[in-house]
């Protein structure tokens, strides 16, 4: 067997490895709780924002510039200097936490604002004409009809941007804090690769099984008639 895999091998199969507040549930625990937190925040962000915008037709360079420019962010950068100013106002974990937290809502907000804001635009415009002829509100069309027709979109946006987050959680761990980032920095601080890929194939897994989670809750939460049209 090939020395890699072998070492891989082994770090799943010590038992260490899966006990205790470093072993792999633990960590997988606390990367998925920074992840589900920035996508909550990035969420009531980007969702209100991009249906306003796509709405009112207002503020269309914020979903596309803005968001383009959130995305050549630099992830390390932004921790580094949230940090250094954070820093001496936040006391205890939280110092090192909300850095973290603040890279991964920015890198989430833009494929979430994009996919509510185009997910708006696509609604059938005959759908919105009935709607406004019937008496219904500006208020009324965005909820009753553009949102149920931006659905689809919405949670595409929220799928991509889950993804990347769980990908990028991994920096936590160069700040101290826990994840599955902490195999990926120590294995590489030890020169354990073993480690170092077996914590990959962890985020990698964990990933898949958020995504699949999310396309659950999207097959529920669309109606089967967008899903076809969208099809």
Same mark, same amino acid.
Request: proline share 3%.
């Given at each position: 067997?090939?020395?890699?895999?072998?070492?891989?091998?082994?770090?799943?199969?010590?038992?260490?490895?899966?006990?205790?507040?470093?072993g792999i549930p633990s960590q997988t625990i606390a990367h998925l709780r920074y992840s589900l937190i920035a996508l909550v925040i990035a969420a009531? !962000?980007? !969702?209100?924002? =991009?249906?306003?915008?796509?709405?009112t037709g207002? =503020?269309?360079?914020?979903?596309?510039? !803005?968001?383009?420019?959130?995305?050549?962010i630099p992830s390390l950068g932004v921790l580094f200097i949230a940090v250094l100013l954070l820093l001496p106002r936040l006391k205890g974990e939280l110092a090192f936490e909300a850095p973290a937290l603040i890279v991964l809502v920015l890198l989430a907000v833009p494929p979430i604002l994009s =996919?509510?804001?185009a997910g708006v635009q696509a609604t059938d415009r005959a759908a919105r004409d009935a709607a406004r =002829?019937?008496?219904?509100?500006?208020? /009324?069309?965005?909820? /009753?009809?553009e949102l149920p027709g931006a659905l689809p979109l919405i949670m595409s946006g929220?799928?991509?941007a889950m993804l990347q987050i769980i990908a990028t959680a991994t920096i936590a761990a160069i700040v101290g804090l826990g994840g599955l980032g902490r195999y990926l920095i120590d294995g590489q601080a030890s020169r354990d690769y073993g480690q170092m890929a077996g914590g990959a194939l962890v985020v990698a897994a964990l990933a898949l099984l958020v995504d699949l989670v999310l396309a659950? !809750?999207?097959?529920l939460a669309v109606s089967p008639g967008l899903t076809q049209g969208a099809r």
């Open positions: 067997m090939n020395a890699a895999l072998l070492a891989t091998w082994e770090w799943f199969t010590d038992p260490a490895n899966w006990a205790g507040s470093g009531l !962000i980007a !969702i209100p924002l =991009g249906l306003w915008v796509g709405h207002k =503020g269309r360079w914020l979903a596309v510039n !803005i968001t383009g420019a959130f995305r050549a =996919g509510t804001y =002829g019937m008496g219904m509100t500006g208020s /009324q069309v965005l909820s /009753q009809v929220v799928r991509s659950a !809750i999207q097959r």
